[in-house]
């Protein structure tokens, strides 16, 4: 079966950081391009970083460029999605998509709060 | 950056009657690759969103065929012909041409 599964949300104080992680199963992240997109409470669906097949290019919105890395590991078939120097309203789940004709794979997704 | 604006935001409609959704982004979404990437996304309260519709037109595996997308260019639109109580949640179109994906705000349905 097709699956994603997020882990590694959690609460954070401003300016710290996490590291969130996506398993895929049932296929490899290495043959699709791959996002992560999140949801603050009571909002929108807000694209947030994107990775193509090659594992080279990759692309951010703009309010995290600089502050979020995504990355992947082909060999624990995962994905994941640095983020340093959080802010309030980075508050949001995060979920981790499979790109592929539209976003086609959703995992459940990783609740991300910042907050003193 | 590409902006996709969604009409209307709120959409209250009685039971098996037809419901349409608008969405119009600021460039065109045709690719170099000639396809338009423009998808349609359900999300059901509570639950992650799921894919409806890619490439404008083509219903995703599961979806019901009274769900069905169209347009070109600019502009695009998505069309449930009898609206069932399951369809109950807020639906977003989403641009994958331009690599920096972009959602519209969503529109949400619900029953009168």
């Known amino acids: 079966e097709v699956q994603l599964v997020e882990s590694g949300g959690g609460l954070v104080q401003p300016g710290g950081s996490l590291r969130l992680s996506c398993v895929a199963y049932?296929?490899?992240?290495?043959?699709?391009?791959m996002s992560w997109v999140r949801q603050a409470p009571g909002k929108g669906l807000e694209w947030v970083a994107n990775?193509?097949?090659?594992?080279?290019?990759?692309y951010y919105v703009d309010s995290v460029k600089g502050r979020f890395t995504i990355s992947r590991d082909n060999a624990k078939n995962s994905l994941f999605l640095q983020m340093d120097s959080l802010r309030a309203e980075d508050t949001a789940v995060y979920y981790c998509v499979r790109a592929i004709q539209g976003m086609d794979v959703w995992g459940q997704g990783t609740t991300v709060t910042v907050s003193s | 950056d590409i902006v996709m604006t969604q009409t209307p935001l709120s959409s209250p409609v009685t039971l098996g009657q037809p419901a349409s959704i608008s969405c119009r982004s600021s460039?065109?979404?045709?690719?170099?690759?000639?396809?338009?990437?423009l998808s349609w996304l359900q999300q059901r309260p509570g639950q992650p969103p799921r894919l409806l519709i890619y490439?404008?037109?083509n219903r995703f595996s599961g979806v019901p065929d009274r769900f069905s997308g169209s347009g070109a260019g600019t502009d695009f639109t998505l069309k449930i012909s009898r609206v069932e109580a399951e369809d109950v949640g807020v639906y977003y179109c989403m641009q994958a041409t331009h690599p920096m994906y972009t959602f519209g705000q969503g529109t949400r349905l619900e029953i009168k």
């Open positions: 490439r404008v037109s």
């Open positions: 049932g296929f490899s992240v290495s043959s699709h391009w």
């Open positions: 460039q065109s979404l045709v690719h170099s690759d000639g396809n338009t990437h």
């Open positions: 990775m193509k097949e090659d594992g080279i290019e990759k």
